[in-house]
T-cell receptor
C-alpha cells in the first residue's frame, strides 16, 4: 500500500512568487492535514481538509490556502512568497475520521525562498 | 486545547528501556493522548494512542494513570535508530483540533 506522496520533494522559488504543493493521501483516507516545519518554530499546523471541506485552520496569513479534490488529493498554495516561508511542508492523512489511530505523514516538500 | 509539557531532551544507551513522560494537567474528558516519532527531514510517524490505563503495540507502551494528568511513553530496549524527536499530543479526536499543537517534543539521544 503506497504511503502519503508529496510532490515536488524540493523547490526553490523567488520572493514574491507563488507556489503550489501537492499531496496524495493513502488510498481510502479522506482527511488531509498540512503542516509547516522550521527550525525556529517547530511543527505548525496549517489546515485540515475532510471530504473537500476545510474543518480546522491554523494561525497563518491568508497567503496560505489549500483545497481538497473529490479523490481526496490536496494542494496547498502560498502566494507572494517571503523568505520566512522557507520550510519543510508536510502533509498527513488519516485512516479513520478525526485522527483516531493517528495520522500518516509524507516525506514533505522542502521549499526554499531566495 | 490541553497544553502538554515534555522534557526537552533525554539521553540513553542501547538496550535500555526509555520512559518519556508528558504532563497534561488540563486534559479534558474526551481527550486522547497520541505520540509521534520524527527523524530529521522526515515527517512524524504515529507511535501509539490511548485514553486510559495501558496501551501496548509492537513498538511501544503507553501508560496513563487514573487521573490522566500525565502519560508515559515507554520504549523497550532502544537502539541507535530510536534517536529522534518524540511528540506528545492531547486532544479531542471528535474535533481534530488537537492536531494544531505539536509542541517542541523530546529529543532522545541513544548512545552506543
Amino acid at each position: 500500500k503506497a504511503g502519503v506522496t508529496q510532490t515536488p520533494r524540493y523547490l526553490i522559488k523567488t520572493r514574491g512568487q507563488q507556489v503550489t504543493l501537492s499531496c496524495s493521501p493513502i488510498s481510502g483516507h479522506r482527511s488531509v492535514s498540512w503542516y509547516q516545519q522550521t527550525p525556529g518554530q517547530g511543527l505548525q499546523f496549517l489546515f485540515e481538509y475532510f471530504s473537500e471541506t476545510q474543518r480546522n485552520k491554523g494561525n497563518f496569513p491568508g497567503r496560505f490556502s489549500g483545497r481538497q479534490f473529490s479523490n481526496s488529493r490536496s494542494e496547498m498554495n502560498v502566494s507572494t512568497l517571503e523568505l520566512g516561508d522557507s520550510a519543510l511542508y508536510l502533509c498527513a492523512s488519516s485512516a479513520r475520521d478525526r485522527g483516531r489511530g493517528g495520522d500518516f505523514f509524507g516525506q514533505g516538500t522542502r521549499l526554499t525562498v531566495v | 486545547l490541553a497544553k502538554t509539557t515534555q522534557p526537552i531532551s533525554m539521553d540513553s544507551y542501547e538496550g535500555q528501556e526509555v520512559n518519556i513522560t508528558c504532563s497534561h494537567n488540563n486534559i479534558a474528558t474526551n481527550d486522547y493522548i497520541t505520540w509521534y516519532q520524527q527523524f530529521p527531514s522526515q515527517g512524524p510517524r504515529f507511535i501509539i494512542q490511548g485514553y486510559k490505563t495501558k496501551v501496548t503495540n509492537e513498538v511501544a507502551s503507553l501508560f496513563i494513570p487514573a487521573d490522566r494528568k500525565s502519560s508515559t511513553l515507554s520504549l523497550p530496549r532502544v537502539s541507535l535508530s530510536d534517536t529522534a524527536v518524540y511528540y506528545c499530543l492531547v486532544g479531542d479526536l471528535n474535533t481534530g483540533g488537537f492536531k494544531t499543537i505539536f509542541g517542541a517534543g523530546t529529543r532522545l539521544f541513544v548512545k552506543a
